[in-house]
C-alpha cells in the first residue's frame, strides 16, 4: 500500500525568507502524481501545485516549486520570499495513475513570522 | 464556477443523536469524498463515489457512518447515534478526470461537535 510521510510537524520562517516543507513517499508504482494542498485557518483546502511523476522538470507556480526526486521518492515544496499569507497547514498527497483514492501525509504546520 | 459547497458549516449535536452532513460538489465532476478531520491532525479517508462505480467504503470507522449520492451529484453522509469521539471536522471533495485534470477540489468543511 502507499503511504505519504512529512516528518516537519512544524516548521517557521521569516517573512521574506525561503523555506522547504519535506515529502517522502512509498509506492510500487511507476506513473502516479504528486499534490500540495494548502488549508489556512478558514480551512478551506487550496491546490498549491502538482506534479506528474513522468515529467522530469520540476513543476513551479510562482513563489511555489517543488523538488521531485523520483528515485528518492521525495517530493518537497519550497516557498520563496514567504508571505504572512503562507502560514497554513500544507498537506502532500499522492495519487496512482489511473485510480481515485488520495493518500494525504499528516501535514505540516507552517509558521511566517513578521 | 460555483465550487464544493457543505452544510451546515457547523453542527452541534448531543451524544446518540443522528446527523445528516451535505456535500454540493462541483457541477460534472464524477468522482467525488468524503474526509474526516480531527483538530489539528491530517485527513482521514472515509468514503468516494466515482461514477456509476460502488462506492470505496473502505474508510468508514463504523456502521454508523454511511453515505449516499443521488443522481450523481449531491451527496449526504449520515452519522447515527453520535459519539463524543465522531467531533471532527468533516470536508468533501470532488474530481473531474480529464487528460490533464485529476486534482480535487474541497468545500470548506462541516464543523461537528457532539456534546
Known amino acids: 500500500a502507499q503511504t505519504v510521510t512529512q516528518s516537519q510537524p512544524e516548521m517557521s520562517v521569516q517573512e521574506a525568507e525561503t523555506v522547504t516543507l519535506s515529502c517522502t513517499y512509498d509506492t510500487s508504482e511507476s506513473d502516479y502524481y504528486l499534490f500540495w494542498y494548502k488549508q489556512p485557518p478558514s480551512r478551506q483546502m487550496i491546490l498549491v501545485i502538482r506534479q506528474e511523476a513522468y515529467k522530469q522538470q520540476n513543476a513551479t507556480e510562482n513563489r511555489f516549486s517543488v523538488n521531485f526526486q523520483k528515485a528518492a521518492k521525495s517530493f518537497s515544496l519550497k516557498i520563496s520570499d514567504s508571505q504572512l499569507g503562507d502560514a497554513a497547514m500544507y498537506f502532500c498527497?499522492?495519487?496512482?495513475?489511473?485510480?481515485?483514492?488520495?493518500?494525504f501525509g499528516t501535514g505540516t504546520r507552517l509558521k511566517v513570522l513578521a | 464556477g460555483a465550487g464544493v459547497s457543505q452544510s451546515p458549516s457547523n453542527k452541534v449535536t448531543e451524544k446518540g443523536k443522528d446527523v445528516e452532513l451535505r456535500c454540493d460538489p462541483i457541477s460534472g465532476h464524477t468522482a467525488l469524498y468524503w474526509y474526516r478531520q480531527s483538530l489539528g491532525q491530517g485527513l482521514e479517508f472515509l468514503i468516494y463515489f466515482q461514477g456509476n462505480s460502488a462506492p470505496d467504503k473502505s474508510g468508514l470507522p463504523s456502521d454508523r457512518f454511511s453515505a449516499e449520492r443521488t443522481g450523481g451529484s449531491v451527496s449526504t453522509l449520515t452519522i447515527q447515534r453520535t459519539q463524543q469521539e465522531d467531533s471532527a471536522v468533516y470536508l468533501c471533495?470532488?474530481?473531474?478526470?480529464?487528460?490533464?485534470?485529476?486534482?480535487?477540489?474541497f468545500g470548506p468543511g462541516t464543523r461537528l461537535t457532539v456534546t
Open positions: 471533495a470532488s474530481s473531474i478526470r480529464t487528460s490533464d485534470t485529476y486534482e480535487q477540489y
Open positions: 498527497a499522492y495519487l496512482t495513475s489511473g485510480t481515485y483514492k488520495y493518500i
